[in-house]
């Protein structure tokens, strides 16, 4: 089936347009916006919404989309989880950390669980250097990490 | 040690502390009445006394930057903020936009009317959720109060300010690539010139900041440019003012810490940082984000010219971090958020960590960055796993020194400066792998 905006979510795609000088500038974010609506991810249909929303090729929206590693090309999990890699992250333990996630979901970074319940992911630097090791679940952080706070994390995550 | 100062940092922590209430108790929305009973120029001016150098990691002055701007006319002017930090290690302006946005809005207010601009973006990454949170709750507190939109404090000049939003890609860090982001293109860095100043966003003047420039700048206007400058332990070398000083790795407390500009990395990691994890003797630091080099702890600087005299056969930890005496002594201030490592870090291995970031986050339009990225990180990963050769270290040198200088944007070169400091400063650590075999080394970043 095609791709459409809710009407309460068109609203927010006019708001959006609001703020910017052309029509191609509101590319980013409405792709959020569509991704948000299309289960987080980014297919074929809502590239070409998109583009068809904002007078834009086709193929300018899909470069877009495959140029930012947080457009979702495939359907991810219920919840997305990335784990800090870099090396402030690194030398607090973050390898220790995505181990433990990796045993703990029994998947590999990079992979859904079975139940499509969580996408586990390594993220570059999240900008949490001095809470590290650091992930970032959905919308939120979680810092100072320990094998029992990630277990927390991800009890919770599954049980939903 | 210098004094520390919070200017930017006293509402933090606390509950509360990111609304406009909170704000206006400490002082908050005084700088910006100032500037705005100035004249534009004067305002530019007065910015320029204050000698802030850039935080985002070039260190370029804040008020020269702003005097680029041509006079106003028929087009339109832009404020760009860079709140895309990503650069491995710096953790500052997040601080800022979580616990501190008002700062910031009254920066862009103040930066705006001296550049004849009317709309501000905020650029932040799409990770930062909180930050972008925060920033709009602070745009309609600003906008409830009259202190944005049509007339801000009462004055006939309108500024509206919106939170633009990334989607996962450190190269939007780089200003022109930023911009094409804000423009609703791949993040791809633009060939300069033209500057922003002539053609920015949407091919109109623009000036881009980063978050703490332009969150310190009302503080400018409440003390005055030259007394704001004459903060700074630098103030002769125009490295004026306060900042933001962050520390993170094998340190008892990282965290980020607000002083007056001239602190040094000692003082950074073993006063405010409270020392290394363990006591354990330091095998590094690297000064200001991953794309500095790295820095023995016993290295003796030399730095050219007479201004620089005092400080030539010092400890590099000992220097005081500014943006010259940093650049002197051949190594780079950045975002100046120190990563330190404690002598249980193999350092092969953290090169190994950096590379694949740099490969990782390479946006792929140059060829030497885009191929040499790559090959770094192969050249690296095959070391670590015992099966390189000594021809293969030689020819890494020859990779990154390639990168250097020969892309569009600052990124190859920031790829190619760990890079090299790293084999150069640990040389016997990656000769030990390639001779002795991977199994005798201590592969450990973590403690």
Redesign the interface.
């Known amino acids: 089936m095609a791709f459409a905006l809710s009407d309460e979510r068109i609203k927010e795609f006019a708001e959006i347009l609001s703020?910017y000088?052309?029509k191609?500038?509101?590319?980013?974010?409405v792709?959020?916006l569509c991704q948000e609506a299309n289960d987080n991810w980014v297919s074929d249909e809502v590239t070409e919404y998109v583009a068809e929303k904002?007078e834009?090729s086709a193929a300018?929206v899909k470069?877009?989309a495959t140029?930012?590693?947080?457009?979702n090309r495939e359907k991810p999990g219920k919840h997305q989880v990335?784990v800090c890699?870099?090396?402030?992250c690194?030398?607090?333990?973050?390898?220790?950390i995505i181990s433990h996630c990796e045993k703990r979901l029994g998947i590999k970074m990079g992979d859904t669980t079975p139940d499509g319940k969580i996408t586990l992911r390594t993220?570059?630097?999240?900008?949490?250097?001095?809470?590290?090791p650091a992930m970032?679940v959905n919308?939120?952080?979680h810092e100072n990490l320990t094998p029992e706070s990630v277990d927390a994390v991800l009890d919770k995550l599954l049980a939903d | 040690m210098l004094k520390r100062t919070d200017y930017l940092t006293k509402n933090y922590g606390k509950p509360d502390g990111w609304t406009l209430a909170a704000y206006e108790a400490g002082g908050g929305y005084r700088g910006v009445r100032k500037a705005l009973m100035m004249s534009p120029g004067a305002v530019v001016e007065e910015t320029k006394k204050a000698h802030i150098r850039g935080r985002g990691g070039a260190g370029f002055d804040c008020g020269m930057k702003w005097s680029f701007m041509p006079k106003p006319s028929d087009k339109p002017h832009y404020l760009v903020v860079n709140a895309d930090e990503g650069e491995p290690g710096t953790f500052k302006d997040r601080t800022i936009m979580e616990q501190n946005p008002h700062a910031l809005i009254e920066g862009c207010i103040i930066g705006c009317y001296a550049m004849g601009a009317h709309t501000c973006y905020i650029y932040v990454r799409d990770e930062l959720h909180l930050s972008k949170e925060r920033l709009w709750a602070a745009i309609e507190e600003a906008k409830a109060k009259g202190y944005l939109g049509q007339r801000p404090f009462g004055k006939t000049y309108e500024v509206n300010i919106f939170v633009h939003t990334g989607a996962g890609a450190y190269i939007c860090g780089e200003e022109t690539a930023l911009l094409n982001s804000l423009e609703g293109k791949r993040g791809q860095p633009r060939l300069k010139p033209p500057f922003p100043a002539q053609s920015g966003a949407f091919g109109m003047p623009t000036t881009v900041n980063n978050v703490e420039t332009l969150a310190i700048v009302p503080t400018v206007f409440q003390l005055g440019g030259d007394a704001f400058s004459k903060l700074s332990a630098l103030h002769h070398l125009n490295d004026g003012g306060t900042r933001l000083f962050g520390v993170s790795g094998h340190v008892k407390k990282p965290g980020v810490y607000e002083c007056a500009v001239g602190l040094t990395l000692r003082e950074l990691i073993f006063d405010l940082g409270g020392g290394v994890l363990d006591d354990r003797p330091l095998l590094g630091v690297v000064p200001g984000g991953s794309s500095c080099p790295v820095h023995l702890p016993d290295e003796i600087v030399n730095i050219p010219g007479e201004r620089f005299e005092a400080y030539n056969g010092k400890c590099i930890l000992d220097i005081p971090l500014g943006v010259d005496t940093f650049r002197g002594a051949g190594s780079m201030l950045g975002t100046c958020c120190a990563i330190v490592m404690s002598d249980a870090v193999d350092p092969v291995l953290a090169l190994q960590n950096l590379m694949h970031f740099y490969r990782d986050e390479s946006c792929g339009q140059c060829t030497p960055c885009r191929e040499g990225c790559g090959w770094l990180e192969r050249v690296v990963n095959k070391i670590v796993a015992g099966e390189g050769t000594m021809a293969e270290l030689d020819q890494f040198h020859e990779i990154a020194t390639n990168i250097t200088g020969s892309t569009i944007c600052a990124f190859g070169d920031g790829a190619a400066q760990p890079a090299l400091a790293f084999i150069r400063r640990y040389r016997k650590n990656f000769e030990d792998y390639i001779n002795n075999g991977a199994a005798t080394q201590t592969r450990s970043l973590s403690l």
């Open positions: 703020r000088p052309n191609m500038a509101a590319c980013i974010p792709l959020h904002l834009l300018h470069g877009v140029f930012y590693s947080l457009f990335w890699r870099t090396l402030s690194a030398l607090r333990g973050s390898e220790g993220a570059e630097c999240l900008a949490a250097c001095g809470t590290a970032q919308k939120e952080y």
